[in-house]
């Protein structure tokens, strides 16, 4: 099944290379990624979605933990938990300007740009819903797509907030 | 004060009380060479990287403080890496300080520069490049606690040549301590009823025990309770081979009543060990039928190769201690008479001539302050079955990577870290014509090493597994040139004798432990002698293979 792994780091160089090479020297693949840094600089914060079952996701948890920049791991529960992934669709317009714009509308998706004959629109949400806007706005003629990584936050007063380092880094 | 890089490097290595180094020189890392020799801190030029890197491997296993290699930038710091990979699979202490090309052409291509953190991520526990001056002396600090803290691991630091030179201020300082995660008592409590209800029970022993000198609480509680240890090839020396409840070594060339006797149990307290495939054979079948306590300072090993009904990630003294308090004496002798009904392990070796080479020596080695170093192959196998080994620390052999060329530089890093003991290295000829080399230092700094080479004119192991698993269809396993090893090592100024018999060989290890310097033993040995026991391939450990015409 698909599980939302939020993984707390030390932002510094190199620090994604040893989480994506932890993925893929153990045979686990990443379905989506996304980082950022958080309220404080001197942490990230990554989002990983991949499809594993209960023991997998465990062990994928330990494994994170064991490197010494991870500060802390988390599974998000996919039911309580807010997602959103973020996707700006780039569709060939022509005469169906106005057409198109409605139809985003559904959508949430707001037009960013409408130089030339062709459209770009920014929308926002869980996988679900950015694949349906995709299928309806293939018909139209997708020139080029591109999609963040899904980002999550557990619902309520839960925090994976980390106040400072398990062991002690040089100051910047 | 204002030092320069490199003389930072050197007192933070002093800072953590290091007193012997292993590598290297090369032109990024000359100002660390600089800087060194004015400095208290010996620096042993080995013939090769890679020795350097098992040196400094020996040097942590057989003391079990923080082993230092130094290398260059680029071949100097590949070089490195086989020895990186030995430690890091074996779970053993080392800083590696490396050279790197200065600040202004690093990702340039620069001569002799390459990505050596990029390299070596996998196989280290962490690694750092410098690139900021004022963070070095954290850094080192940094990479020594890493390297100890919790399961230990190798640390490389990559040093621009450029930091090495600068003026930095050095304030002496000393991290704060890192916690250890401590033991879920519920499940502390649990194991403790697991054991207390088991009819037959198992201790097995790894090299975890080693690692965090817990063999005396080891002890403790399976003499408190009677029960039964086997030991994985690194767990060996945890618990004496000559204590009774020892019924050997487990895993692919284990002991039958050791393999058996796991086979049997309906309770392995397995402690400090990964469950590597070695050890357990064919995985689904292995913790069948029985409850498995696993303990281990790492979290990450709990049910990652064998579920565990009751997995205690803590400390392994602490952990050991609650369950020796807990648990309760009980009668085990149905159980011990049913393991006594196996062949035991001094008996266990079908009509292998080659295991009589290693029984010799028992005699040679009991009770004394020696340490013995294997390589990889058939002779460590059984060495690993044949060696009464009594004390941790004292079987020194890479059991994770399985690294040929392992025994002869770790052997050299041991000897130098224990000065009071004598060092017994175990090659095959296959092994040792990779890092031999390593005869130049050991003769030039007069380092009393035995090497014993097992020469059976090919590489033993692989033609036991062509005889197994390719119907004899062997390939690549003989050498068909001749070497004379004596000879070899007397090139390097090293004296040596050839051996034909046990007792020739027990006899010349007996007379080379008296000297003070090294020396060299050559053992002609059958080519076509075969380790036994051996589990047959992809089967359960209970599972030997048995050769109806083996020859």
């Avoid at chain 2, 029985?290 to 205690?312: C, M, Q, W």
Wanted: aromatic fraction near 6%; proline fraction near 5%.
């Amino acid at each position: 099944m698909e599980q939302i792994i939020a993984i707390v780091v030390r932002n510094q160089p190199g620090v994604l290379m040893r989480v994506a090479g932890m993925f893929s020297r153990r045979g686990y693949n990443i379905d989506s990624l996304a980082v950022g840094t958080t309220e404080k600089p001197e942490f990230s914060r990554m989002t990983v979605t991949m499809d594993a079952d209960e023991a997998t996701i465990q062990q994928v948890c330990k494994q994170l933990e064991k490197l010494v920049e991870v500060e802390a791991v988390k599974v998000l529960p996919p039911d309580s938990s807010s997602k959103r992934s973020m996707i700006l669709l780039k569709v060939h317009a022509g005469e169906k300007r106005i057409e198109l714009l409605r139809l985003a509308e559904v959508f949430r998706a707001h037009a960013v740009d409408v130089k030339g004959s062709s459209l770009t629109f920014v929308a926002t949400g869980d996988e679900g819903k950015l694949r349906a806007l995709i299928q309806v706005m293939e018909p139209y003629g997708i020139l080029e797509m591109v999609q963040t990584g899904l980002v999550a936050l557990e619902r309520g007063d839960t925090s994976l907030r980390v106040e400072s380092s398990r062991f002690s880094w040089p100051r910047e | 004060m204002k030092l320069t890089g490199a003389e930072i490097m050197v007192r933070c290595l002093a800072e953590e009380g290091v007193s012997t180094i292993f590598g290297y020189p090369g032109g990024a890392i000359l100002p660390f060479y600089d800087a060194l020799r004015t400095s208290k801190i010996k620096h042993i030029l080995t013939a090769h990287e890679q020795g350097a890197s098992h040196a400094a491997d020996g040097w942590a296993r057989a003391t079990g403080q923080v082993g230092v290699c130094v290398a260059t930038s680029g071949p100097g710091a590949t070089n490195l890496v086989t020895g990186l990979a030995t430690a890091y699979l074996d779970s053993i202490p080392v800083v590696a300080l490396t050279g790197q090309v200065a600040r202004p052409m690093i990702g340039h291509d620069a001569f002799q520069e390459v990505d050596i953190t990029g390299i070596t991520m996998p196989c280290t526990k962490h690694n750092f490049l410098v690139k900021e001056p004022a963070q070095l002396a954290h850094t080192l600090r940094l990479a020594f606690q890493l390297a100890k803290h919790g399961r230990p691991g190798p640390v490389l630091v990559d040093v621009p040549r450029d930091v090495q030179t600068e003026l930095i201020e050095y304030v002496h300082d000393k991290l704060p301590e890192v916690a250890l995660p401590q033991p879920d008592m519920e499940r502390v409590n649990r194991a403790i009823a697991a054991i207390n209800e088991a009819q037959r029970p198992v201790m097995l022993v790894g090299g975890g025990v080693i690692r965090a000198d817990a063999e005396y609480d080891a002890m403790h509680l399976c003499e408190k309770l009677h029960m039964p240890v086997v030991s994985t090839l690194m767990g060996l020396g945890a618990i004496s081979a000559y204590r009774k409840l020892f019924l050997g070594m487990t895993g692919l060339h284990g002991h039958e009543r050791a393999n058996n006797a796991v086979k049997e149990a309906d309770l392995i307290l397995a402690v400090g060990s990964r469950f590597n495939d070695r050890v357990t054979g064919e995985r689904s079948s292995y913790g069948a039928n029985k409850k498995v306590v696993h303990i281990d300072i790492d979290p990450a090993e709990l049910d990652k190769n064998i579920y565990s009904n009751i997995g205690i990630a803590g400390p392994m003294k602490q952990v050991l201690n609650l369950l020796e308090q807990g648990s309760k004496v009980k009668d085990l002798s149905p159980w011990w008479q049913r393991i006594e009904s196996w062949t035991s392990m001094e008996e266990d070796f079908g009509d292998e001539q080659a295991p009589l080479f290693l029984k010799a020596l028992n005699a040679v080695i009991k009770d004394k302050d020696y340490i013995v170093v294997t390589d990889v192959g058939q002779h460590q196998m059984w060495a690993a079955q044949h060696l009464k080994i009594q004390f941790a620390r004292q079987f020194i052999t890479s059991g994770g990577l399985g690294t040929m060329g392992f025994s002869l530089p770790a052997a050299m890093g041991a000897a130098l870290a224990r000065p009071q003991s004598r060092v017994i290295s175990i090659s095959g000829d296959g092994g040792f014509k990779m890092t031999g080399s390593e005869l130049y230092t050991i003769s030039t700094h007069k380092i009393p090493v035995t090497a014993i080479v097992f020469n059976n004119h090919g590489l033993g192991m692989i033609r036991q597994l062509q005889t197994v698993q390719f119907e004899k269809r062997f390939t690549s396993c003989e050498f068909p040139g001749y070497v004379d090893f004596v000879r070899y090592a007397e090139a390097f100024g090293v004296k040596g004798e050839h051996v034909k018999t046990p007792e020739q060989l027990a006899e010349a290890l007996a007379k080379a432990m008296e000297l003070d310097e090294p020396y060299l033993i050559e053992v002609e040995i059958d080519p076509k002698d075969m380790v036994l026991p051996m589990v047959v391939p992809g089967l359960g450990i209970g599972d030997f293979v048995k050769f109806e015409e083996k020859k």
